[in-house]
C-alpha cells in the first residue's frame, strides 16, 4: 500500500491511467469525441497524482500551484475578451482547459523533482 503514496507510484499510477484512457479511446474509434485527445483526461490525474505527493514533501508548493492554476484561466479569459471582445464558453473552456492540462504536468514535474530531491 506504501507503494502507491510513493512518488514511483505516482508515475505508475499516471501510466496505468495513460494506457486505460488510450485503450478506451482506441475500443471506442468511432464513438470517441473528434475534438478529445488523451491528454485533455490526463489534467486530473496529474492534479491528484501532485495532491498524493504532499505528504512526501509536496506541500510547500501547492497552494503556489493552485493559484497559478487560478491566474491561468483569468488571463484566458482577459486575452478572449481583449481579442475577441466577448468570452464564449466553448472557446473559453477548451483554451483553458488545454492549458490546465500543460500546466499540471508541470506542476506534477516540479513537485516529482521537489520530493525526489
Not at 59 to 82: N, R, S
Amino acid at each position: 500500500m506504501k507503494f502507491w503514496t510513493s512518488p514511483g507510484g505516482q508515475l505508475a499510477i499516471l501510466a496505468i491511467g495513460f494506457l486505460l484512457i488510450r485503450g478506451a479511446k482506441t475500443l471506442l474509434r468511432k464513438r470517441w469525441p473528434k475534438g478529445l485527445s488523451t491528454w485533455d483526461l490526463m489534467a486530473p490525474l496529474f492534479l491528484l497524482g501532485a495532491l498524493n505527493l504532499i505528504p512526501a514533501g509536496s506541500g510547500l508548493i501547492m497552494p503556489w500551484l493552485v493559484i497559478g492554476w487560478m491566474a491561468v484561466g483569468i488571463i484566458v479569459a482577459v486575452m478572449q475578451a481583449v481579442r475577441n471582445h466577448e468570452i464564449l464558453y466553448s472557446s473559453f473552456f477548451k483554451t483553458f482547459w488545454r492549458l490546465t492540462d500543460l500546466y499540471w504536468l508541470l506542476g506534477f514535474i516540479v513537485c516529482f523533482l521537489l520530493v525526489i530531491s
